[in-house]
């Protein structure tokens, strides 16, 4: 059974930069699909933030791509999200995911972490 | 505003069925596959129906998709209370090179 749990912290300050990862268990990035970030604004719907491949390959969603970076290590099984100038419109629940790409589907998914942006 | 539409909210009594509709352009579902979620209160969503009809392993066939030009549609059978939940359709659009999801679909059972 494939796994993904986030970690990061759990409070940002505003203008700050947001760091999460996502650790894989029972299965290898370098084996193949993508590995993507969702989040979700408290009370709202689910936003994609983008997506990553073992090589590095990435798509990122227009709305946030002058923020977002996104790498992948593949000797850690893990990959990770910087989101820069984060404001309280980034107080979200933020998922990682195993993505069948283009496809569009997200197989698995971690439990979700909920990042506060506020002083 | 979500590139996908969906409708707020649909409600059925136990035992019957229900359809959520997704639409969407043909930059999106009109030329690429429709995935759907289920996320129950608290939880992560759970995929149900992927490439426009496929079910993962474990999703029961109450859950059914089809794709007919730039719509989805999402169908849930023998409705349980159990199924309350919000439904997301997704899908890839060509023109953004990116993911969409639909703003959701909140399903209660009468």
């Known amino acids: 059974q494939v796994q993904l749990q986030e970690s990061g912290p759990g409070l940002v300050k505003p203008s700050e930069t947001l760091s999460l990862t996502c650790t894989v268990s029972s299965y290898s990035i370098s084996s193949g699909y993508y590995w993507s970030w969702i989040r979700q604004p408290p009370g709202k719907g689910l936003e994609w933030i983008g997506n990553i491949n073992h090589s590095g390959t990435t798509y990122n969603n227009p709305s946030l791509k002058s923020r977002v970076t996104m790498s992948v290590d593949t000797s850690k099984n893990q990959f990770s999200l910087k989101l820069r100038s984060m404001t309280a419109a980034d107080t979200a629940v933020y998922y990682c995911?195993?993505?069948?790409?283009?496809?569009?589907?997200?197989?698995?998914w971690g439990q979700g972490t909920l990042v506060t942006v506020s002083s | 505003q979500s590139v996908l539409t969906q409708p707020p909210s649909v409600s059925a009594a136990p035992g019957q069925k229900v359809t959520i509709s997704c639409s969407g352009s043909?930059?999106?579902?009109?030329?690429?596959?429709v995935s759907w979620y289920q996320q129950l209160p608290g939880t992560a969503p759970k995929l149900l129906i992927f490439e426009n009809h496929k079910r993962p392993s474990g999703i029961p066939d109450r859950f059914s998709g089809s794709k007919s030009g730039t719509s989805g549609t999402l169908g849930i059978t023998g409705l349980q209370t159990g199924d309350e939940a919000d439904y997301y359709c997704?899908?890839?659009?060509?023109?953004?090179?990116?993911?969409?999801f639909g703003g959701g679909t909140k399903l209660t059972v009468l």
């Open positions: 995911a195993r993505e069948l790409h283009p496809a569009a589907a997200e197989d698995y």
């Open positions: 043909s930059s999106n579902i009109g030329n690429n596959y």
């Open positions: 997704a899908t890839w659009d060509s023109s953004l090179t990116a993911m969409v």
